[in-house]
């Protein structure tokens, strides 16, 4: 009877944590995910780089995706980029979930960005996933842009800046040669 118990047990536990896994993450509990933390810390080195965060520079910074695979994908060595990205799919919906909640609450905009193919050739739509759904399609391709908070917006004093072109002082000597130092009538 004991044995028999076992396999139930190990099923419902299984089925219990693939449940907890399955809960779609909120505006109210996003921040208690295990992966947030990661996130906000990658997403917050972007904003310090520039303004902008796409989710493929996040899955970059954070380890799932290498920077050479995205390259093969970009010049349309790869079907599909989900082939390549060191994570579940489950887990890769949720990362662009929270992706797009704390986006939010740093006042970033989304913006929809097209993917085409590198090179020479056709530029043919670049597909991020194997199914081609158009809501994780359109997660993928949404870049929020706002204001780079890490950049300073100090500038250097004058004598450190190099001189513009037009206040520069013209050389004594030109492409026509030497000045003369004779006055001209």
């Known amino acids: ?17 693939r449940d907890s896994l399955a809960e779609r993450v909120s505006v109210e509990d996003f921040r208690n995910d295990p992966m947030f933390r990661r ?3 990658v997403v917050a080195e972007l904003l310090t780089r520039g303004n902008v965060v796409a989710p493929v520079d996040v899955l970059v ?6 920077p050479e695979h995205l390259g093969d994908w970009r010049r349309g060595r790869l ?50 996933s194997k199914t081609g759904d158009a809501g994780l399609e359109a997660a993928y391709a949404t870049h929020s ?21 037009s206040k520069r002082v013209r050389s004594a000597y030109s492409w026509n ?9």
Not at 1 to 17: E, F, N, R, Y
Not at 95 to 102: A, G, K, P, Q
């Open 1 to 17: 009877m004991v044995a028999a118990l076992a396999p139930q047990k190990h099923h419902d536990l299984v089925k219990s944590m």
């Open 39 to 41: 996130i906000e810390c």
């Open 61 to 66: 910074g954070m380890g799932l995706l290498r």
């Open 79 to 128: 079907p599909y980029l989900e082939r390549v990205i060191n994570c579940n799919l489950t887990r890769l919906s949720r990362l662009l979930r929270i992706l797009r909640f704390h986006a939010h609450d740093l006042n970033l905009k989304p913006s929809a960005t097209v993917y085409n193919r590198y090179g020479k050739g056709t530029k043919q739509r670049l597909r991020f």
């Open 145 to 165: 842009y706002g204001r780079a908070s890490g950049r300073s917006t100090h500038r250097e004093p004058r004598r450190w800046r190099r001189p513009t072109p």
């Open 177 to 185: 040669g030497p000045r003369s130092r004779a006055s001209t009538p």
